[in-house]
C-alpha cells in the first residue's frame, strides 16, 4: 500500500508523484512488515499464528540486506537529503524491541504507539518533502492505524503484558480516543482522510476478522486515494 502512501501525500501538498519516493516506501515497509513479524516474540505467535514462519531465518536477515544494501543506496542516490527519513526507520526497528535494564521498550505504555507513528511520520512526509502540517497528518493517522491494529493483538498483548491501549482502557473508551483524534484530523487537516478514518473507527467497534485489519487499516491510504479521485472527478464534472 505504500504507493498510495506516497500519492495521497503528494496529492494533499499539491506535489507530483515521485516514483523512487514510492519504490523506498515499498522496500521499507517490506522490511518492516518481516522484521517485525520475524522476531518470534510470544505475543506475535498468539496473535498471529499464520505467521509464525516469518520468524524463522534466512527471512529476517533479507529483510536487514533490502535495508542496507538496496534501500539506503537508492535514497542516497536519489536525494541523499531524504538519508534520515530513512535512517529513522532503522533506528525505530532497533530500539523497538530493546530491553534495558530488565524492562522492554515495547511492553512500556505508549512507547509503541509513540515510535511506530512518529517515525513513520519522519519518513513518509519527510520522503515527500511537504509541509509541517503533513508530518502531523501522518503522526496521527499513525495513531489511529497502530491502535486499530492493536485491537486484533490484544489477546497476545495482554498474555505477554504488552499494555496497549485496547489493553488498558478496553475497546470502547480507546475508540473514543480515536475519535477525537479523527476529529482533530477532520478539523485542522484532511476532510477525506478524516472520513475513512471515521469509517475504520465505527467498522471496528466490534471485533473482526484479522484479516479485514490488513485490508482495512493498512489499507487506508488505498480506500482514501480512491475517494480522492472520485470527489475530484465529481468536481470537475460539476
Known amino acids: 500500500m505504500s504507493i498510495f502512501w506516497i500519492a495521497v501525500l503528494c496529492e494533499l501538498s499539491n506535489r507530483p508523484f515521485d516514483p523512487v519516493a514510492a519504490l523506498i516506501l515499498l522496500l521499507l515497509t517490506f522490511v518492516i512488515y518481516i522484521s517485525d513479524h520475524a522476531g518470534g516474540s510470544k505475543e506475535d505467535l498468539l496473535n498471529t499464528p499464520d505467521r509464525a514462519w516469518l520468524a524463522k531465518y534466512p527471512i529476517k536477515w533479507l529483510a536487514i540486506a533490502i535495508y542496507f544494501l538496496i534501500a539506503l543506496p537508492i535514497t542516497i542516490w536519489w536525494d541523499v537529503s531524504k538519508l534520515p527519513c530513512v535512517l529513522v526507520v532503522g533506528l525505530a526497528g532497533a530500539l523497538y524491541d530493546v530491553t534495558i535494564r530488565g524492562i522492554r521498550l515495547k511492553n512500556v505504555p505508549g512507547v509503541k504507539t509513540f515510535v511506530v507513528a512518529s517515525s513513520t511520520a519522519i ?111 465529481l468536481v470537475a464534472r460539476l
Open 123 to 233: 519518513c513518509r512526509a519527510g520522503l515527500v518533502g511537504g509541509a509541517a502540517w503533513l508530518y502531523v497528518l501522518v503522526f496521527f493517522v499513525m495513531i489511529i492505524d497502530t491502535v486499530l491494529c492493536d485491537m486484533r493483538d490484544v489477546r497476545g498483548d495482554a498474555a505477554e503484558g504488552v499494555r496497549t491501549m485496547p489493553v488498558m482502557f478496553g475497546r470502547g473508551r480507546t475508540l473514543a480516543i480515536l475519535a477525537a483524534v479523527d476529529v482533530l484530523i477532520f478539523t485542522f487537516l484532511s476532510q477525506i482522510v478524516a472520513v475513512v478514518g471515521a469509517f475504520l473507527i465505527i467498522f471496528f467497534r466490534k471485533e473482526r476478522p484479522g484479516l479485514s485489519y490488513d485490508m482495512l487499516v493498512d489499507g487506508w491510504m488505498l480506500w482514501t486515494a480512491i475517494a480522492l479521485f472520485v470527489y475530484g472527478y
